[in-house]
């Protein structure tokens, strides 16, 4: 075995994404803060698109590198919302994602500067399909997938299992994602482990004063893009009972909208709520599935929400905001509301929250169990459910002692199980084992 401090490690980015410090892409971020916590002297390469302006190359200390590839990427968003509505309408998964359709020639770009940079290790988010071909392009590299989505799953077929066969290992987030990846594919069950996700424990933390401001405002939170999946109209039809009888009750939504469209290319009809999130917000008509999905694109939900709003002032949106503004927010809420109505792989903002020593009231959502001890340093709620949500926010916002305990709960939890330097053991550990 080699000398671990001669090694280079490749992180791939989705080739959608920026690379850049204060990203607001979870799997970014991730990525990102992984690499200034991997051992000392593991060089690290991280791979992402580049945006006008950028540099192709730059460095991050002596250990980091970053390099920006360009991606023609207009030609794949319009294939991507065309194939989004064409699985809403025939009500159909399509497995555009991990088809070699999809961002080939990144793929292609990155193995062949990850043959030329004599990489080690490479690290491949989400796209089995761009394993695969570093793979046969770099032999003697240790090729590990990384899922942090149920695109595998969702797809077990003969050539899926053919391009897992040839990775050293793959990665889920959760056991959520990981677990059906191994009854799925039983031959490569072996090479399937759950690393949780990360969070820099020293950054999230509680005030250094350990209050929080006392203006007298009930401030929930909700942190994560504004789409229709993560159920931030259910959060605001929970907040309107509330705030009947609650005049310090305050809404803050920090969040963007610009991100990808694969949930229109996985719908759930054995899903309750997520059938009936899609019929209220991705349309029952054709027509009316191109509207949203296509014309106006995620505006139309934004319309709905500030429908739902009513013009309440105390609802307010604040849009993405850099990780470093959302430790801001963690600490001066009274709790984190994550009411996701899809199955999330692992929610990100509520480990964030619960390092920040902030409560956390969640949904039975995917592999949010597995982050959020349910009573413990949360509550957990059925998915689309206003009136539960309701009356989970109201237990923490009307209990101090019990708000106070969830929080310091959680920030054991978070520093215990998911701590970056967790994070990094356990994978630098699985790594190690599968380097010739």
Known sequence: MRDSTQRR?????QPWENVVAQSTSS???????????????????????????????????EAIE???????????MLCEMLLGILACYTKR?????????????????????????????????????SASIIKLLNPSATVCLSMHCEWLSDHPTA?????????????????????????????IAARCQTVYDGVDINCFCPASDGSAPGDGTERVLYVGRLTPEKGIHVLIRAFKI?????????????????????????????DPAIVSMVEAFYGDRLSEMVRR?????????????AILAGGDE???????????????????????VFPSVWQEPSGFPTFEAQACGTPVVSTYSGGIPEYVENGQTGILVARGKAHELALAIAQILDNRDLARAMGEAGRRRAIGHFSLDVMSRHLVALIEARIP
Do not use: M
Request: charged fraction near 25%; charge should be positive; aromatic fraction near 10%.
């Open 9 to 13: 490690i490749a992180i791939v980015g």
């Open 27 to 61: 799997i970014v971020i991730i990525a990102y803060r992984l690499a200034h916590h991997l051992p000392p002297g593991w060089r690290v390469t991280l791979y992402g698109r580049r945006l006008p302006g950028q540099k192709r190359w730059e460095t991050d200390g």
């Open 66 to 76: 970053i390099k920006r590839l360009s991606v023609i990427r207009k030609p794949q």
């Open 93 to 129: 998964r399509i497995g555009y994602h991990i088809s070699y359709l999809c961002h080939t020639f990144y793929a292609l770009r990155v193995a062949l500067d990850v043959r030329a940079s004599k990489c080690d290790v490479v690290i491949v988010n989400n796209f089995p399909q």
């Open 159 to 187: 050539g899926t299992e053919r391009r897992l066969r040839d990775l050293d290992l793959i990665i889920g987030c959760s056991e959520y994602i990981t677990e059906p990846i191994r009854k799925c594919f039983p031959a």
């Open 242 to 270: 509330l705030a009947e009888s609650r005049p310090t009750l305050r809404l803050d939504l920090v969040g963007g909208t610009d991100w990808g469209r694969y949930l229109y290319l996985r719908p759930d009809l054995k």
């Open 293 to 305: 999905q296509l014309t106006q694109r995620w505006q139309c939900y934004l319309d709905d929400l």
């Open 314 to 336: 105390r609802i307010v949106f604040h849009g993405g905001v850099s990780p470093t503004e959302t430790i801001d927010f963690y600490r001066r809420a009274a709790l984190l």
